[in-house]
């Protein structure tokens, strides 16, 4: 990438990126992890693609429809938006950029197939990439989900892809359990993954909110936020929004707004804390394995949103992030409870 500026080359390191929550741990098997390292990396660049440096809009869609046609084996780029430019104009992208967003996809690809998957949900998640690389606000909050649904959610289920319970967006036929379990499993997993996107939207809070990218819809906002938005002549090229009215807020609407992100992620997580116990009785092998690597993740997000519902203000000042101090207490203390949990007959 060496036509790039110095601080965005920093910001493109796929997999070096901190993280609250374990990714492709040891307690997921050998044969899974390069697999789980692959999404991963191909998740931390879409998302790097999509908001981080000074790039402009169709910059990031380039790149964009580079890893897309990585995933996708595709020579054509995707659309994205309506109305957005296609084909292979790579925008100011070197050749080695490119090609290296492309491996990513491939890598990815390969990963999937070898575990039996398309690349239906790796392309959903991408969908989500495109929609920040455009940032405009959501309405609703069924918005919100629905960007859940792109964003955060085809993680979970990549991941019990690789554990033998495949689906994809549009047919989620079942492989390994019945259909009801089946169900109840995708229900829990995609829950999870709503409910740790929307933790994240609280702690991130200040960056967001600084950087005019707010994630509560405006249907929730306090009255003196208003947005704006722009083009220039070349239309989406140069659309930018800013977010006004910040400073105006008083305590009491700063706080509402962080509790109010947090306490719908832990609702959410709350709708999938029965998914560890069905998968260590339903998937073989290694159903044991996934559910503590769940439980741990869970047990993370849970951590997050009652520091934060216990201190909301902290959501404006900082981003909380748990220390190895904390993995290895979770680790020592709190999994060995989870695994004599999960081990016992009935539920407790």
Known sequence: MRQLDQGLVKAFHAGGHYENFPVASWLLPAAVRPAVVSI?????????????????????????????????????????????????????WSDEAISEFEAIGRQARAQLS???????????????????????????????????QCSAIPVGRILLGFFGLHSSPEDPAPRQVDSGMRDQMFFASDSICAGLQLVNFGQDLHQDMGRHRPTLPKSDWPAALTWTSECNASGAEQRRGELLGVEALSSEERLAIARSLVIRGSNQLARGENLPRHL???????????????????????????????????????????????????LMNRLPVHFWRLTQPNDR
């Open 40 to 92: 991963y990396r191909l998740a931390r660049t879409g998302d790097d693609l999509a908001d981080e440096g000074d790039l402009t809009i169709n910059q990031r869609l380039a790149g964009l429809a580079a890893l897309r046609r990585g995933l996708s084996d595709s020579q054509d780029q995707a659309p994205n938006q309506e109305g957005l430019p296609r084909g292979p104009d790579q925008k100011g």
């Open 114 to 148: 070898a575990h039996g998957l398309n690349a239906d949900w790796g392309l959903q998640l991408l969908k989500a990439f495109d929609y920040d690389a455009q940032f405009e606000p959501f309405e609703t909050w069924p918005d919100v989900l629905a960007y859940c």
């Open 280 to 330: 260590y009785k339903n998937v073989h092998p290694h159903g044991l394995r996934l559910a503590l690597e769940i439980t741990l993740i869970l047990e993370g997000g849970q951590t997050i949103a009652k520091r934060l519902l216990r201190n909301p203000g902290m959501a404006w000042r900082r981003s909380i992030r748990l220390s190895r101090a904390w993995l290895f207490l979770s």
